[in-house]
């Protein structure tokens, strides 16, 4: 039986029972929800026969909370309380985003950002919340009764605080989540399954405001997850503010407004999505008393938007290297999100793997199908098919050591869920605590990566430096949430955190870490070398003066100065910023300047400890 056949705790059905589950595609710009009906996936639609729910919130004059297509079209006359691209919000600070690109009113908050709304400050989760009420109602009427619960997707490269606030908002909304599912590997559950399809394919989803790239193995029951990459600053709504701004040149157009920005940026949108249909689309509109009436082709828009296209070819070479797989031994190449679309994408996409992509499911739905089929399994509905689903983490995750240095405990592209365990110990004589510094990142020093959490554990008994056993262990669940622990092995003394912080990395960061990582690696291998020889050195140093304070009786001025002047050298080379290669010349100095006073002090305590005993005892 596969793994994930096994229901959630308490979910599973009875014989002849089918569960109702469903999965949603909370989307940067547009939202879906799908079922499995008689065995096949498929989205819902409203009272008017759509399938796609706006992702947009308007907060009116009379208390009502309008959601979708009605909240989309007041953008532009109330733009201050009309929320859209949410997405790109949840689980952030207001320092995270570029606010004057963004038409609402911020309230400060040292938490997540809050909108002054007119019905108060609303945060980026209680928006997703009013989506996602939206979606329960009506898979409710859809399917005749209560939900049992939902498989919500996020992009792969959402991190920890963002994950976190996908999951309240969906608690706020009255959902029970049943599992955070990657938007990549539910594209590739719903291809694998319809499909029947095996080998190695490469999930491409541009999106509205973030682009993920997974390279997956697909076997008959097996969905396996071999490398994940992208980049979430990048999506369609990039694509959308480019052409707004050709437009606003184009015609004259004062933006200074903000509900003429919106009406802009909805007339670009529309033009945008025209000329993936045709070779040339016309712009008439009345912007609050100024006047557009302008043509714009697709060679121009191509022009435009060539660098966004080519900014996301970058991740899926990466992905592919993590992943040890060669482009032309791709099998398939899964387009998912609306902005696939845009001819520009299809064709730079074929020309770069040397063969056209799949295109027969629809890239707006098949998140959604993938996450209904996995929320099917997972409410305790028994399939005909056998399958198991491996997803992975998209950053590395680790902890500080003494240093400054980070210790990696979860790499990248790891399979969820994930725990592993790794011991340390103390670096100080009679140390009872220890700080745990949870990161997030590829590079090698903690100021280069992401800080999530701190706590610390206490009670650690009084010992030698290096003889304390701290056992501390990771865990990372399958939505990609992680729990650190730490205990002290003689004691059982423990302490942990589940890592929740209150905001999340801004839209660059995730891109920029993997970046980094790269393009500093050798910077980075001397910066660890440095810092792990000054480790050994600092220890050095503090042992050899502990020894002449309590045996320096041992040795003779000239030799006692021949030590002191081997401690001096080796401190000032720490001081002056010496290499590693530096710094380990001159602790092997130390060192061999105190071989013959380690060798009377082994004597003496020989003695100190045979003394008074007979050789009976002995």
Request: glycine share 8%; net charge negative; aromatic share 4%.
């Amino acid at each position: 039986m596969a793994l994930l056949q096994i229901a959630e705790p308490g979910l599973s059905a009875a014989p002849h029972q089918h569960r109702l589950a469903v999965g949603i595609d909370l989307g940067t710009t547009n939202s879906l929800v799908a079922t499995v009906r008689s065995g096949s996936a498929v989205c819902l639609a409203d009272e008017n026969g759509q399938v796609s729910l706006p992702s947009v919130v308007r907060y009116g004059e009379a208390g009502e909370i309008l959601v979708g297509s009605d909240a989309a079209a007041a953008a532009g006359s109330d733009a201050a309380n009309t929320v859209s691209s949410a997405k790109r919000l949840i689980g952030r600070k207001l320092e995270d985003v570029d606010a004057g690109r963004l038409p609402y009113r911020f309230a400060d908050s040292e938490r997540l950002i809050g909108l002054d709304t007119r019905h108060g400050v609303k945060t980026a989760v209680e928006v997703s919340a009013e989506i996602l009420r939206v979606l329960k109602a009506r898979a409710e009427a859809s399917l005749g009764g209560s939900l049992t619960g939902a498989v919500i997707t996020v992009p792969a490269y959402f991190d920890e605080a963002q994950r976190q606030a996908t999951k309240d908002a969906a608690r706020l909304a009255g959902l029970n989540v049943l599992r955070l599912l990657n938007e990549p590997t539910a594209a590739a559950i719903a291809y694998g399954l319809d499909n029947a399809a095996e080998g190695t394919f490469v999930v491409y989803d541009l999106g509205g405001g973030t682009f993920d790239v997974s390279v997956l193995r697909l076997s008959k029951g097996l969905f396996e997850v071999k490398a994940t990459n992208g980049n979430s600053a990048l999506g369609g709504d990039d694509f959308d503010h480019r052409l707004a701004a050709h437009l606003a040149e184009t015609a004259g157009i004062d933006t200074a407004d903000a509900g003429v920005r919106q009406s802009l940026l909805a007339l670009a949108r529309s033009a945008k999505e025209a000329l993936s249909r045709q070779p040339e689309s016309r712009v008439e509109a009345d912007l609050n008393g100024q006047r557009i009436d302008t043509a714009v082709s697709r060679d121009t828009f191509e022009a435009l938007t060539r660098d966004l296209v080519a900014q996301t070819i970058e991740p899926v070479k990466q992905a592919l290297k993590d992943a040890g797989v060669a482009k032309q031994d791709v099998d398939g190449v899964i387009m998912v999100g609306g902005a696939t679309r845009m001819p520009q994408v299809q064709a730079a996409v074929a020309e770069f793997f040397g063969r056209e992509p799949l295109n027969n499911l629809d890239p707006d739905q098949v998140v959604a199908l993938g996450a209904a089929v996995q929320a099917d399994v997972l409410a305790g509905n028994k399939r005909e098919d056998d399958w198991l689903l491996l997803d992975v983490t998209p950053l590395s995750l680790g902890l500080e050591t003494y240093g400054g240095l980070v210790e990696k405990i979860i790499p990248r592209n790891s399979t969820l869920p994930a725990a592993r365990a790794q011991e340390f110990t103390t670096f100080k004589d009679g140390q009872s605590a220890m700080s745990i510094h949870v990161v997030q990142g590829e590079r090698e020093l903690v100021a280069d990566c992401r800080s999530l959490a701190k706590f610390t554990l206490r009670g650690i008994p009084p010992m030698a430096a290096g003889a304390a056993r701290i056992r501390v262990t990771f865990q990372v669940d399958a939505d990609g949430l992680l729990s650190v622990s730490a205990r002290e092995q003689t004691t059982g003394v423990q302490a942990q955190i589940e890592v929740k912080p209150s905001y999340g990395l801004d839209d660059e960061t995730i891109t920029r870490m993997l970046k980094d990582s790269i393009s500093n690696a050798k910077d980075d291998i001397t910066a660890r070398a440095r810092a792990e020889a000054q480790v050994e050195a600092e220890g050095l140093i503090a042992a050899v003066n502990a020894a002449l304070e309590m045996d320096g009786d041992l040795l003779s001025d000239t030799e006692r100065q021949s030590v002191q002047d081997a401690v001096d050298a080796l401190a000032g080379s720490l001081k002056d910023g010496s290499g590693a290669a530096a710094i380990r010349q001159a602790v092997q100095q130390l060192a061999q300047a105190t071989d013959s006073f380690a060798a009377r002090r082994m004597d003496r305590n020989i003695k100190r400890a045979l003394a008074g005993q007979s050789i009976d005892a002995v």
